[in-house]
């Protein structure tokens, strides 16, 4: 088993299990039990899980989970999660033994309690940032979700991006549509193709990806964002405007 695996859930979700140097594994938004109790099966041990919101493709597996480790449930203070053992909060240091130091972040936006944690090489960020898109604004602003993706992009280059969902492709068709020209993405498309054709995921990103690629993190480069200006008749002044554009239009995007 390699460190940082993704198990397929669902239609389109990733249970992620980050291995420490102990043998125990943090497993992230559990929300189907039966790919992590096959893992388990497998050898998986879980030291930890890690919770970044409420919706139950995140949650759903915690209870069944429960009896088949004694660590923690780490996630944010909101009573739609029932089952966190400890509540943690933007800026916590979480110190699990086997691990570097992991940080919470808060990342409001597409929930209003949404968390991410990060040991400054992995990023575990739910449904935040995708590589190439970002999460829907069920609960927050345009706002507070550019400030959240804004800390993120403020991480080390070299992080790893785990994201919860398999989107990635219908994503790159959103990007080109607003920045269609950029090779550096192009590239990274025809890459992540061969890799979702040869059955495997397209993540994790990178940080550094991301900042290249991702057009929600390249709300600062009005220029780039020809397809934009095409979409709405006219460039929006601020960044936000920008953003706030780019995300209602991704939102009924076919
Ligand atoms: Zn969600
Ligand atoms: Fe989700």
């Known amino acids: 088993m390699t460190v940082l695996q993704a198990l397929p859930a669902f239609e389109d979700n990733y249970i992620w299990c980050y291995r420490g140097n102990e043998g ?17 099966a497998d050898g998986l041990r879980i030291a930890a899980i890690f919770i970044t919101h409420h919706h139950n493709d995140h949650i759903g597996g915690l209870g069944a989970l429960r009896a088949a480790f004694t660590g923690s449930v780490y996630g944010p203070e909101d009573a739609r999660i029932p089952g966190i053992d400890r509540i943690v909060r933007h800026d916590d240091v979480l110190q699990i033994s086997g691990f570097r130091p992991f940080r919470v972040m808060a990342v409001p936006g597409h929930t209003r309690s949404h968390i991410a944690y990060t040991d400054s090489s992995v990023l575990f960020c739910g ?32 992080t790893l991006v785990c994201c919860t969902h398999e989107y990635t492709l219908s994503n790159a068709r959103f990007a080109a549509a607003a920045e269609p020209d950029n090779p550096e993405r192009d590239h990274l498309i025809d890459d992540i193709k061969a890799r979702r054709g040869s059955g495997q995921p397209s993540l994790p990103s990178r940080i550094v990806i991301e900042k290249a690629c991702n057009p929600f993190l390249r709300t600062h480069f009005p220029e780039r964002l020809t397809g934009l200006k095409e979409h709405l008749g006219f460039m929006p002044e601020s960044r936000l405007a920008r953003f706030a554009a780019l995300r209602a239009w991704k939102d009924q995007f076919r």
Do not use: K, Y
Request: aromatic share 4%; charged share 20%; glycine share 12%.
């Open 24 to 40: 125990g594994s943090i497993v992230v938004d559990p929300g189907d039990a039966g790919p992590v109790l096959a893992a388990i």
């Open 127 to 158: 449904d935040t940032l995708f590589s190439l898109g970002c999460g829907r604004l069920f609960e927050g602003s345009p706002e507070q979700m550019l400030a959240s993706l804004d800390r993120l992009a403020e991480l080390p280059e070299d």
